[in-house]
Each structure stands twice: as structure tokens, then as C-alpha cells.
């Protein structure tokens, strides 16, 4: 039985981890969708800091760096299948 490799996996963890309160992992892994809502709603958080709606930044980060755990945890052959064939977008 051979094991799918996925050589998506590492990066996009460590995009997740890093940097994943702006969705930049979801866009390197195709979910253009996904990213764009992580991204608008850190803008969102950015901007409207003084209004209160600081604690979106730190919501998608919590998203972004569970996310990135998530994908190093899994086997190559789950993350590829989850991930790239099966396009979950979400966990």
C-alpha cells in the first residue's frame, strides 16, 4: 500500500501558525473562498480596533494556529485527502 505524499503540508502549517490570522494558508492550499473571509475579517479587526472589533484578529489567529496543528498532526495520507482532494476548507 503506498502513502500518499502531500509536500503541501508542512508549508501550509507553518503559514497557519505564523501568519494564519490572515488566511495566507488557505490561499496556498487553494481555498480561495475560506481565505478571503479569514483575511476580511482580520482586516475588520485591524481597522475597527477602536470600535471594539480587535478580538477578530485574535479569533482568526486561534483559527489559523489551531488549523496548523491540526494539519502537522495528521498523517501525509489523511492531509492529502482531506485537503487537497477532498477540499475541506474548514478543520
Do not use: N, Q
Not at 3 to 26: T, W
Not at 32 to 40: D, H, I, N, V, W
Amino acid at each position: 500500500m503506498s502513502i500518499m505524499r502531500s509536500e503541501k503540508k508542512i508549508p501550509a502549517a507553518l503559514l497557519a501558525i505564523f501568519v494564519g490570522a490572515f488566511g495566507i494558508h488557505k490561499f496556498f492550499l487553494g481555498k480561495r473562498s475560506a481565505g478571503a473571509l479569514m483575511l476580511f475579517l482580520t482586516l475588520i479587526g485591524i481597522v475597527g480596533s477602536c470600535l471594539g472589533l480587535h478580538f477578530l484578529v485574535g479569533v482568526m489567529g486561534f483559527i489559523g494556529f489551531v488549523e496548523g496543528i491540526i494539519y502537522l498532526v495528521k498523517s501525509d495520507g489523511d492531509f492529502y485527502y482531506d485537503y487537497i482532494v477532498g477540499k475541506k476548507e474548514w478543520f
